[in-house]
């Protein structure tokens, strides 16, 4: 079953704007992670916060995380073509066995020019 | 350059066959995963391996095998027993929590 799953299922913007999307999760977790899909290629990793932590920075990314509200999001800034990808969100719920990630369905992002 | 290789990049399978893919990486990690993709979703975890010699099933092993012989090496097997093999196939290694992927093999089952 997916832990993760995230909101909304497609997002279409224009150059410059800015993206958000949500994922929501059912069960405690370590971490979250954020993963980004070009299409037919595998997986990059984008950014990963603990469940200690309320919101992380990285380049034009940030993360949210509310663990009370079992939910996170993900902002991408001034949003470029080259951002158009899918999104995941995976979730490691322990703690001696990471790297079991859990994987939602992803958000499809679309950046026109 | 390091990272994870996936090959073939593309097999197509006629019923009834076994086919392995090749999963290697040059990362040094310790921990090696097998993911599953079908269209529009996420992933599901096939099989893991923590350590040399040693591995778990995910969540939807059934059909599926693998080994761990070498720590740079974790080949999957799909089996004639996979009922619905066609997918989307990556690879992933990881030591500290976030995972590396491979470029992923798809096959087709004709």
């Known amino acids: 079953s997916q832990q993760g799953e995230e909101d909304p299922q497609a997002l279409s913007i224009q150059e410059g704007e800015n993206a958000t999307m949500n994922c929501s999760y059912k069960?405690?977790?370590?971490?979250l992670q954020w993963y980004r899909q070009n299409s037919g290629r595998g997986l990059v990793h984008l950014i990963l916060?603990?469940?200690?932590?309320r919101e992380k920075h990285s380049g034009r990314l940030r993360v949210t995380l509310d663990t009370s509200k079992k939910s996170s999001s993900l902002l991408i800034t001034a949003s470029r073509a080259a951002d158009t990808a899918s999104y995941f969100c995976?979730?490691?719920?322990?703690?001696?066995?990471?790297?079991?990630?859990?994987f939602g369905a992803g958000t499809q992002v679309v950046v026109t020019p | 350059d390091g990272g994870i290789t996936q090959s073939p990049k593309y097999l197509f399978r006629k019923e009834g066959q076994n086919v392995t893919l090749s999963c290697e990486q040059n990362?040094?990690?310790?921990?090696m995963y097998w993911y599953r993709q079908d269209p529009g979703q996420g992933l599901r975890l096939i099989y893991y391996?923590?350590?040399?010699?040693?591995?778990q099933k995910g969540d939807i092993a059934e059909g599926y095998s693998v080994s761990r012989e070498k720590k740079e090496s974790f080949p999957l097997t799909v089996t004639s027993a996979q009922k619905n093999p066609t997918a989307f196939y990556l690879c992933?290694?990881?030591?500290?929590?976030?995972?590396?992927f491979g470029e992923g093999s798809r096959l087709t089952v004709l």
């Open positions: 992933a290694s990881g030591q500290t929590g976030e995972l590396f």
């Open positions: 069960t405690s977790i370590n971490n």
């Open positions: 916060i603990r469940s200690n932590e």
């Open positions: 995976a979730t490691d719920r322990t703690t001696d066995s990471w790297g079991k990630l859990q």
């Open positions: 990362l040094n990690h310790d921990a």
């Open positions: 391996s923590q350590i040399v010699n040693d591995f």
